[in-house]
């Protein structure tokens, strides 16, 4: 053997033992933060699991591996969250904590990082949430969630919305129809396709350095637009939903702590429509679906310039089958969006006026018992070039007007791709120990690895800069280890 490749070999094997002693550093990390938050939190019963304690039934009723629904789930929240069997009489009220050890392949540039943490490395407090879920009165229910964010100190109005639901008969078959209103559109959705339930539902709130740009429907709306609409699930089996959303002006934004004077502002009225077939036989159900919406944003608040036009459609389907000892889930979701951005070009942040950005994601879940879970994911990102969008200062061809969100691309291009592994046990999902059950505490303690493959246009200094690390897209690769604890 020559002596490169013994040079190889241990170059190998340095970097297998850092990944290895990252993972039982982050491990031992979580978990301990974890047994101290529990035991910290035993209290009364008004910090029970609101949906737990209304339905009389365990987390695995609703849940392959929560927040992941099962078929019994998505119609519990078609049902509009009310459907009640438990002998809780009190408010439905919930709350929910998670921390995260993250750490990346390459450190953060000095002085790049969040506010107040170090470079790699970090353990961090990254979610506290209270919820009002469940049963308000009669056919009335919620998904009504408050988000403090420990790390920049905030707290706001996150993703919420509430339901009227009932049922009739169309065309001699069962049918639910109801009215919802929230603030974030596909929150409404009962499927982990769309947007934003999609697979992994957690991630690390401080990595990657540098991520790829998405569509607006994925990270455009969220929490800065007030909507209302109707829905219909028709023969246990055809969905169709249509909503309504309008900007949110600046009182109300400040109010909820979502925006303020600079935020973009959603200037007409925006549709979003969404329509799934889902058969089913047996334990088998199969969903086959399609969503969308249409925007026009005006870019903080900047008028004067007209506005950008967003048109986002999606594609998705899902096949679960829900078996008494486990569960498999596969999903696949493409976002196609058109881009004209009239105002972004005025204002010099796009070299182009229409753009087109797809957002493509495929995975797979694999719940034994609901209580062991495994999952693996790709992603990839695709989409026009753009200089002033997307460019690098680095590539003198291609200088940027303005110094915008994705200043990143020697190539001017939004091009990316990864994988992501993600292995959580669930321990309370038939029960949890103590005298009140499954009705007190839920909890996933879990790790998840993400690997880039490509960041915009490139593998390695994608753009231009050659300070290495987090330039490279494998200097973005990280492990996550967490702690979700509901009670």
Request: aromatic share 14%; charged share 10%.
């Amino acid at each position: 053997m020559g002596s490169g490749a013994i040079r190889s070999g241990a170059v190998a094997l340095v970097a297998i033992k850092a990944k290895l002693a990252a993972f039982a550093l982050a491990l031992t990390a979580v978990l301990a933060g974890a047994v101290a938050f529990l035991a910290a939190s035993a209290g009364p019963a008004e910090a029970l699991p609101s949906y737990a304690r209304q339905t009389g039934q365990p987390c695995a009723a609703c849940h392959t591996a929560y927040p992941e629904l099962t078929p019994f789930g998505r119609r519990f929240k078609i049902g509009g969250y009310t459907m009640q069997s438990g002998d809780w009489t009190g408010p439905p009220v919930a709350a929910m904590f998670m921390a995260g050890f993250t750490h990346t392949n390459s450190p953060f540039d000095e002085g790049s990082q969040p506010a107040g943490l170090h470079t790699n490395d970090n353990l961090v407090w990254q979610q506290v949430s209270g919820f009002v879920a469940g049963r308000l009165y009669g056919n009335l229910g919620s998904f009504i969630q408050i988000t403090g964010n420990p790390v920049d100190g905030t707290v706001a109005l996150d993703a919420s919305d509430i339901r009227y639901a009932d049922t009739f008969k169309l065309f001699g078959q069962d049918t639910i129809w109801g009215i919802d209103a929230n603030n974030t559109p596909t929150v409404e959705d009962p499927w982990n396709t769309t947007p934003s339930f999609g697979w992994p539902q957690i991630s690390s709130t401080i990595a990657p350095a540098f991520g790829p740009p998405l569509t607006h429907i994925e990270n455009g709306y969220g929490q800065i637009v007030g909507g209302a609409g109707a829905y219909l699930f028709w023969n246990d089996m055809l969905y169709a939903d249509f909503t309504a959303y309008k900007g949110f002006p600046v009182p109300v934004l400040q109010a909820f702590n979502d925006g303020n004077s600079t935020t973009d502002a959603v200037s007409n009225v925006a549709p979003y429509w969404r329509l799934a077939l889902e058969p089913h036989w047996g334990q088998h159900y199969l969903m086959v679906g399609t969503f969308g919406m249409y925007g026009q944003v005006v870019p903080g608040r900047q008028y004067g310039f007209g506005t950008d036009n967003y048109l986002d459609v999606g594609f998705d389907s899902q096949y679960q089958y829900d078996g008494d000892q486990y569960s498999v889930t596969v999903k696949l979701t493409d976002i196609m969006e058109w881009q004209q951005l009239n105002a972004t070009y005025g204002l010099g942040g796009s070299s182009n006026i229409d753009n087109h950005l797809n957002s493509f994601k495929a995975n797979a879940s694999f719940v034994w018992d609901h209580t062991y879970s495994l999952g693996f994911g790709y992603f990839n990102i695709s989409g026009s070039n753009d200089c002033n969008l997307y460019g690098s200062g680095n590539n003198v061809l291609c200088t940027p007007a303005a110094i915008g969100e994705f200043n990143n691309s020697y190539n001017s291009s939004p091009n990316g791709d990864g994988l992501i592994l993600d292995l959580a046990y669930i321990p309370f999902a038939h029960g949890a120990p103590g005298p009140y059950g499954y009705t007190t505490w839920n909890a996933r303690i879990g790790i998840q690895f993400t690997e880039y493959l490509h960041l915009y246009g490139g593998s390695n200094n994608f753009d231009g800069s050659y300070l290495g690390g987090t330039h490279n897209a494998a200097g973005n690769n990280s492990v996550f280890a967490y702690a979700w604890v509901a009670f």
